[in-house]
């Protein structure tokens, strides 16, 4: 069983920052992927960026240049800092991370945290 947390969401101004932050913990061999996925009210949910074991970074065209992803692979943790926020960046922020687990792969959920930006 893998257990995946998210926090950092919140309220603020448009042009501002947020940084938030996803812990995987439970029956984990390695991880591979951790993935931040975002779900406004009405439409489906979006990979906004990702990051690999080895480093290697995708980001949705929406968010480059503004949204940086990042990983500590000794915590299980990944970050994703958010700047220059806009009102369109409004959503449930969801954490998913894949890897390897005692006996076969996973793939987990986090139970989201809420981004409003708004003035």
């Known amino acids: 069983q893998v257990r995946v947390v998210e926090s950092g969401g919140g309220l603020v101004q448009p042009g501002g920052s947020l940084r938030l932050s996803c812990a995987a913990s439970g029956s984990i061999f390695s991880i591979y992927f951790m993935g931040w996925y975002r779900q406004a009210p009405g439409k489906q949910r979006d990979l906004v960026a990702a990051?690999?074991?080895?480093?290697?970074?995708n980001y949705a065209d929406s968010v480059k240049g503004r949204f940086t992803i990042s990983r500590d692979n000794a915590k299980n943790t990944v970050y994703l800092q958010m700047n220059s926020l806009k009102p369109e960046d409004t959503a449930v922020y969801y954490c998913?991370?894949?890897?390897?687990?005692?006996?076969?792969?996973?793939?987990?959920w986090g139970q989201g945290t809420q981004v409003t930006v708004s003035s």
């Open positions: 998913n991370v894949r890897g390897l687990g005692q006996t076969s792969d996973f793939g987990s």
């Open positions: 990051i690999t074991s080895g480093g290697s970074t």
